[in-house]
């Protein structure tokens, strides 16, 4: 049994990797095409995103906006203002690759998983995309 779960493990691994780099080549083909339409990358219609995705990159870009971190307070604030329940937080900062951090003095900050989620989502910068919730 363990073996049949490391093989499937394995094989999900593989499977994200390749969604991951066919997500990669999909930004790639979008800054080709906004080059070759000799528009801003943000002109072209924006990718269709699933609705936690929305709410995720709403909440990373209030705090990109802030400096990249805040206070529990100030997240608190912001998850009210996305549509998150506090108790629901917890998926942020756990998993293989959190996208957000805690220090001991309770300053939460974004992290490089955070910002690649949202560029490969989007298939903008965090600094460019993050201007739409100014």
Not at 99 to 121: G, H
């Amino acid at each position: 049994m363990q073996t049949s779960t490391i093989a499937n493990s394995k094989h999900l691994e593989d499977a994200v990797r390749g969604v991951e780099k066919i997500e990669h080549e999909l930004s790639n083909l979008r800054r080709l095409l906004a080059l070759a339409q000799g528009v801003d990358e943000g002109e072209l219609a924006e990718p269709m995103l699933q609705e936690h995705q929305k709410k995720r990159i709403e909440l990373w870009c209030r705090i990109y906006n802030k400096g990249g971190h805040v206070d529990k307070t100030e997240m608190y604030r912001i998850a009210r203002q996305v549509g998150y329940d506090r108790r629901g937080l917890g998926g942020f900062f756990t998993g293989r690759k959190p996208s957000l951090q805690m220090t001991p003095d309770d300053r939460i900050f974004l992290t490089k998983e955070a910002t690649r989620d949202l560029e490969r989502w989007t298939g903008q910068t965090i600094e460019d995309y993050a201007k739409n919730f100014s």
